[in-house]
């Protein structure tokens, strides 16, 4: 840590002393300022780049492996159910059959005020009052048994440190070609509509021909 030390001016007034003769004055420091201070910190942070799995070995000694509901707030999803069509029918304008398995809005249990969906095995509920949507959701969590839980230890590597970011390629690669086509020659045969054609092309000095009688 580093120790920084500076020096501040003191706010002060002054005042008449019966002590002093003539034009006398003493300094007196002023107890009613207010010190406004700035202090500008810069902190600089080395990551030592992704966690890596060691997938040699394996454990087993976890908390619990109980399945428990997640609950919460969030913005509405609902448009990414909306169908490509013009209606004013609510039971068409999205994609129906929701449920835990399948995206889609649950009909049978929405009305256009309380709309619940589902996306990704998420459940919504989209609250409107006046026209502000509250949106709400849950899922059930799987623990320890979900597929995207890792039952292995983690660590940092090295060779990683201060990667804090997929890398970025840059797929703008120019490939020149000939400027001259191999098949331009049989291009140019299309614009030919007489014999006459091909011998006074281009002075007759591009295309050859041969006399095969």
Same mark, same amino acid.
């Given at each position: 840590?580093?120790?920084? +030390? +500076?020096?501040?001016?003191?706010?002060?007034? @002054?005042?008449?002393? %019966?002590?002093?003769?003539?034009?006398?004055?003493?300094?007196?420091?002023?107890?009613?300022?207010?010190? %406004?201070?700035?202090?500008?910190?810069?902190?600089?942070?080395? !990551?030592?780049?992704?966690? *890596?799995?060691?997938?040699?070995?394996?454990?087993?000694?976890?908390? %619990?492996?109980?399945?428990?509901?997640?609950?919460?707030?969030?913005?509405?999803?609902?448009?990414?159910?909306?169908?490509?069509?013009?209606?004013? @029918?609510?039971?068409?304008?999205? +994609?129906?059959?929701?449920?835990?398995?399948?995206?889609?809005?649950?009909? !049978?249990?929405?009305?256009?005020?309380?709309?619940?969906?589902?996306?990704?095995?998420?459940?919504?509920?989209?609250?409107?009052?006046? *026209?502000? @949507?509250?949106?709400?959701?849950?899922?059930?969590?799987?623990?320890?048994?979900?597929?995207?839980?890792?039952?292995?230890?983690?660590?940092?590597?090295?060779?990683?440190?201060?990667?804090?970011?997929?890398?970025?390629? *840059?797929?703008?690669?120019?490939?020149?070609?000939?400027?001259?086509?191999?098949?331009?020659?049989?291009?140019?045969?299309?614009?030919? +509509?007489?014999?006459?054609?091909?011998? @006074?092309?281009?002075?007759?000095?591009?295309?050859?021909?041969? *006399?095969?009688?």
């Amino acid at each position: 840590m580093e120790f920084l +030390k +500076k020096t501040f001016k003191l706010a002060v007034t @002054t005042g008449t002393t %019966s002590d002093c003769y003539d034009d006398c004055r003493i300094i007196i420091p002023d107890l009613t300022a207010t010190y %406004s201070i700035k202090i500008c910190l810069i902190s600089e942070q080395s !990551d030592m780049g992704f966690f *890596n799995a060691d997938t040699a070995t394996t454990t087993t000694d976890f908390i %619990s492996d109980e399945s428990v509901v997640v609950t919460g707030e969030c913005k509405t999803r609902l448009s990414e159910l909306r169908k490509y069509i013009i209606t004013n @029918t609510f039971s068409k304008q999205y +994609k129906n059959n929701g449920n835990v398995d399948n995206d889609g809005v649950d009909y !049978d249990n929405s009305t256009r005020n309380n709309v619940i969906y589902y996306i990704g095995g998420i459940r919504y509920n989209d609250i409107i009052v006046d *026209n502000v @949507t509250t949106t709400t959701f849950n899922y059930l969590a799987l623990g320890n048994n979900d597929p995207s839980f890792i039952k292995c230890p983690i660590f940092k590597n090295p060779n990683n440190e201060n990667i804090i970011s997929n890398p970025k390629i *840059n797929n703008d690669v120019f490939i020149i070609r000939q400027e001259l086509s191999v098949f331009e020659n049989n291009y140019i045969l299309e614009n030919f +509509k007489r014999i006459t054609d091909i011998l @006074t092309y281009g002075g007759g000095k591009i295309l050859k021909t041969y *006399n095969n009688t």
